[in-house]
């Protein structure tokens, strides 16, 4: 998930327990909470956008093949799921 400022991401955060939790930029000047553990991790490429990210990695079908960021999780692949579900109602 993501968020457009800084601000709604920390008060997203604020409501979960998880204390080793942090709020990190990603692609496209967006907010999201990661692990501190995935600062850690080695960054990978977007297969949507290209730009590399550390955030949780996520599943780009039925866009792309390989991993997405979360910004493009989001603003595409999310929107095509329900594309395709509805196309098949």
């Not at 960054?43 to 866009?63: D, L, M, S, T």
């Not at 093949?65 to 509805?86: F, L, N, Q």
Request: proline share 7%; charged share 20%; glycine share 4%.
């Amino acid at each position: 998930m993501t968020f457009p400022t800084e601000a709604e991401a920390r008060a997203a955060l604020a409501e979960f327990t998880n204390a080793t939790a942090v709020v990190v930029p990603t692609t496209h000047g967006y907010w999201t909470l990661v692990s501190a553990s995935a600062l850690k991790r080695r960054a990978k490429v977007c297969a949507i956008c290209g730009q590399q990210f550390r955030e949780y990695p996520n599943n780009p079908q039925p866009v792309a093949v390989g991993v997405c960021c979360a910004y493009c999780d989001d603003r595409v692949v999310t929107p095509a799921r329900i594309a395709r579900m509805e196309a098949r109602a």
